[in-house]
């Protein structure tokens, strides 16, 4: 995967050098208790939205180490910048450790905080998750059992989706740093939350037509359920988890 971000990183700096926006580059992130977990629910979005300039780098390596740090709540400085409480206070490491600052609160492009209640993404992630154990987790450990990642690796630190040279300089490596996400993440069940139309299959999506053949080898190879998913912004919740829950193998709620 090292080669692909160091190709990633090396496009996004030239954008970063000639641009008058600039582009911060992802990785997946797990809850501490996944790899250890039974079911191994993986949440795909689109692509990470207005996240810290302090992930601007120009080196791989020290990227890639970075997000490894996120992950085990070791990288003060985004506790500082990104993941503040209501009062504008850093919370603390062990609160942005793993996937736990989803509990507590994200900072806004518009400079305001929400929780994870007020965020339809998050929200059917939980409800999901829960589902998927039959709601026998410990009360808050959810976060702790899933795994996140995006499509796209390269986005706007201001926030939004790639468009335009953002989106054209990843299309190749993109699906295949995904290809080695999924084997190092091994899932059991992956909800991707990604489609931009409710009509079209997912081979014709725009958004999840470069990367469908990735992901159907991987459920095909370990007979596991995907679901492909739109934003549930605009549909009742009920009726959007019962397509969920339908589409990974479970009873509807």
């Known amino acids: ?41 993986l949440v795909i979005g689109r692509a990470i939205n207005g996240w810290s300039n302090d992930f601007i780098v120009d080196n791989a390596d020290e990227l890639l180490s970075m997000w490894e740090k996120q992950e085990r709540g070791e990288l003060e400085c985004l506790s500082k910048t990104r993941f503040l409480d209501k009062g504008k206070t850093p919370i ?4 942005t450790k793993g996937l736990e600052w ?21 929200s059917v992630v939980r409800a999901t998750t829960e589902a998927l154990y039959q709601n026998n987790l410990k ?16 986005a706007p630190a201001s926030g939004g ?7 054209r300089v990843q299309i190749e490596l993109a699906p295949k740093i995904l290809e080695k996400e999924l084997k190092e993440l091994e899932p059991t069940h992956i909800l991707v939350i990604a489609k931009t139309s409710q009509q079209a299959t997912p081979q014709e999506d725009s958004w999840i037509k470069p990367f469908y053949d990735v992901l159907n080898e991987y459920k095909e190879k370990n007979n ?15 009726e959007y988890l019962n397509e969920v829950y339908n589409a990974l193998g479970m009873d509807k709620k």
């Open 224 to 238: 596991i359920k995907v679901a492909y998913m739109c934003r549930p912004e605009f549909k009742g919740k009920k």
């Open 102 to 122: 989803v509990k507590t609160y994200i900072k806004s492009n518009k400079n305001y905080c929400r929780t994870e209640t007020q965020s339809r993404f998050w």
């Open 1 to 41: 995967m090292i080669n692909e971000y160091r190709e990633l990183v090396k496009n996004a700096n030239e954008i970063n050098k000639k641009a008058d926006h600039k582009v911060v580059v992802s990785r997946y992130l797990r809850g501490e208790k996944y790899e250890s977990s039974e079911i191994k629910l």
């Open 139 to 154: 009360k808050g450990e959810w976060t702790k059992h899933i795994a996140w990642t995006n499509l796209a690796k390269l």
């Open 92 to 95: 603390s490491l062990e609160e």
């Open 161 to 167: 989706n790639p468009k335009g040279d953002n989106w």
